[in-house]
């Protein structure tokens, strides 16, 4: 027993060694700022999706820097090369007035468009000449016809944007065909632009950054696994001790920013070898038959998640739940039977172990992520797993609870 707890240790210490000598991939992309005195410092500035990206600016020189976050109002504004373009702004939010924010400046012209989404969905903000800021809006209300009741867009920003845009009959139309997306609202302010101004270039900022992002995983942990049969008079009645294990493996994740800076997909696949003892005495009237169960089994797990990381902080919790397929190989698995009968002894060993080639698991876990060093980054979390399948009327069912660490890169 000893000398197994060594090994695992050394498995332990093995998985540390190899996470503090990978480094993570993080989010930093090249970029500017433009302090209030009008400096301008070149460096990396981390994208982590437009909800974020109003509400902090997260900056290092270079990748061996400490990051700075500024919030609006200590710097004038920042881009991402040649795309996104945020601004220090102060709008009217009716839950909080005089909100400062980055707004995301989408058109620079004798109109400017801004744009900003939070957790109530996308805004689109408008100015012209005097730099006053007007919110475009198109809300769904109840509306009654013939007695019935409706939901119907108010349409509020065609209206708006007829009277902004008075003075450009070429427009006129356009306006109706108008949406509130990015899009449609680029064009029209680019057309009035144009149709209005002959001496100075229209700019348009809007330019997607193509962000979405591959991490892999590595990872190595320590779980406890109980096992169950239903249906099957041996089987179910046996005591099985309980599995300890090391599981190990690599998981895919797929973060896409631009739709969602917390949520990310993750693919991921690890190998256990799981040894479960079982035992089970059957005692009749002229003699007793006592069953020893040995399953040993080398199990590969295939998954499929959806995770959800706090963005923000340091230490960011995480939490993940999935599906996926357990691929169960049984090796060396037999059941040996000892016949206590008329004061003789009879063994005998079967091969009927009622093992499935296959499993579907529903797993679950809560976590944190951290970065304990300079760019690398770090994840420890529990997790559950609850995998079923049946061979001919036999239910096994393995759960299992335990701890993974790995790291990102």
Not at 285 to 313: A, E, M, N, Q, R
Request: aromatic share 14%; proline share 3%.
């Amino acid at each position: 027993m000893q000398k197994m707890t060594c090994r695992r240790s050394q498995y332990l210490l093995y998985l540390l060694l190899i996470c503090f000598t990978a480094k993570s991939q993080t989010n930093f992309i090249p970029g500017y700022i433009i302090t209030n005195e009008e400096d301008t410092i070149t460096g990396l500035i981390d994208y982590r999706g437009a909800i974020r990206n109003s509400r902090n600016c997260t900056f290092k020189q270079d990748k061996k820097s400490e990051s700075v976050t500024y919030k609006p109002f200590e710097i004038k504004a920042y881009r991402f090369n040649n795309s996104k373009y945020y601004i220090s702004k102060k709008i009217e939010n009716p839950d909080i007035p005089g909100t400062e924010i980055f707004l995301e400046y989408l058109v620079n012209g004798i109109s400017d468009l801004f744009y900003y989404r939070d957790l109530s969905g996308d805004h689109y903000f408008i100015s012209k000449n005097d730099g006053q800021l007007f919110e475009l809006s198109n809300e769904m209300k109840n509306t009654i016809i013939e007695g019935r009741e409706y939901l119907k867009n108010t349409n509020d920003h065609i209206g708006f944007l007829k009277v902004l845009y008075i003075d450009c009959e070429e427009i006129r139309e356009d306006i109706d065909q108008t949406r509130l997306n990015p899009k449609s609202l680029i064009k029209l302010t680019k057309d009035y632009h144009n149709y209005m101004c002959d001496d100075q270039q229209c700019i348009i900022y809007e330019k997607k950054i193509i962000a979405s992002r591959i991490t892999f995983s590595p990872f190595a942990g320590y779980s406890w696994s109980s096992l169950e049969f239903e249906n099957d008079v041996l089987y179910t009645a046996a005591d099985y001790r309980q599995n300890y294990s090391i599981p190990m493996g690599v998981a895919v994740s797929l973060t896409m920013p631009d739709f969602s800076e917390k949520l990310s997909l993750q693919l991921s696949t690890q190998i256990s070898k799981q040894y479960y003892y079982g035992y089970h005495e059957t005692k009749y009237v002229t003699g007793t038959s006592i069953d020893y169960i040995h399953i040993h089994l080398i199990k590969p797990d295939l998954t499929g998640s959806f995770k959800y990381t706090f963005p923000t902080g340091r230490i960011r919790p995480t939490f993940a739940f999935g599906i996926g397929h357990s691929f169960i190989f049984n090796s060396k698995s037999k059941r040996i039977q000892e016949l206590y009968w008329d004061n003789t002894l009879t063994t005998l060993e079967h091969k009927d172990l009622p093992i499935p080639s296959g499993m579907t698991l529903f797993t679950g876990s809560a976590g944190i992520d951290t970065e304990l060093f300079k760019n690398q980054l770090f994840f420890l979390n529990a997790f559950f797993t609850h995998e079923a399948g049946k061979n001919h009327n036999t239910k096994s069912t393995i759960k299992t609870l335990g701890i993974k660490l790995g790291t990102y890169f």
